[in-house]
């Protein structure tokens, strides 16, 4: 006589080990989250595949698209993610400073932390920064990182109220080619450090620091070089 309880009963449990295997929703979603952030930052946009973040998950495709119904929706969490973590960082460690190079330092220190806490986060911004053509969201982390430097050196706050219109306006236009440069060489400092490790992390913060303050702080007295070839 066949045992159809006991039967039932073997069904039942092997459906109900399935369901309790089976991952929460938004335990999966914050899993193929980090595991895209991952195949981002190693291969960049434009060569990543949804197959790619399918296969680390070891989910099917089908099931990915569940979450995320296109690789720029996936991308676009992926940078939103990324961008709110840094810039609140940013943020509260600027707030806890008054001097503004103390400021300075604050921000190097935060993207030393970032880069050696979070290398896939890092990799990400790096490769995709300066490409708008990826969305607007690490647009949105370029154009943060560029008003906070302009805010934090000063630039507009430390003119001579006696300058004309014209000179003002000068001011400005020196302010916006100035940004990129701080944003720029601090990013670069901070990757070079990362694929530098024998060099102490305290003395390449200080070199970045010493970069950008005093550099710009010469400029901003108005040394300037002559024109090649001049006499």
């Excluded at 099917?60 to 995320?68: I, R």
């Excluded at 630039?155 to 701080?182: F, G």
């Amino acid at each position: 006589m066949t045992n159809t309880t006991g039967d039932a009963a073997t069904r039942a449990a092997g459906a109900g080990g399935r369901a309790r295997r089976r991952m929460p929703h938004a335990r999966r979603r914050e899993q193929l989250l980090g595991l895209a952030l991952r195949e981002f930052g190693r291969r960049g946009y434009h060569l990543t595949q949804m197959e790619h973040v399918a296969v680390a998950a070891d989910v099917s495709k089908a099931l990915l698209y569940q979450h995320f119904t296109s690789k720029e929706e996936l991308f676009a969490e992926v940078v939103g993610s990324v961008v709110a973590e840094l810039t609140g960082r940013l943020n509260a460690a600027v707030r806890a400073e008054d001097d503004s190079v103390d400021r300075i330092r604050a921000m190097v220190r935060v993207l030393f932390d970032y880069a050696t806490d979070e290398p896939d986060a890092w990799a990400l911004v790096i490769r995709h920064l300066d490409k708008p053509e990826v969305g607007p969201g690490l647009r949105e982390l370029r154009d943060r990182l560029g008003a906070a430097f302009a805010d934090l050196l000063l630039i507009r706050r430390r003119v001579d109220p006696a300058l004309s219109p014209a000179a003002l306006a000068v001011n400005e236009h020196r302010a916006r080619l100035l940004v990129p440069l701080m944003y720029g060489s601090m990013l670069s400092m901070v990757s070079w450090w990362l694929e530098h490790p024998d060099t102490p992390r305290d003395r390449a913060e200080a070199m970045a620091v010493e970069f950008i303050w005093l550099g710009l702080d010469r400029l901003r007295t108005g040394e300037r070089l002559r024109p090649a070839g001049g006499q």
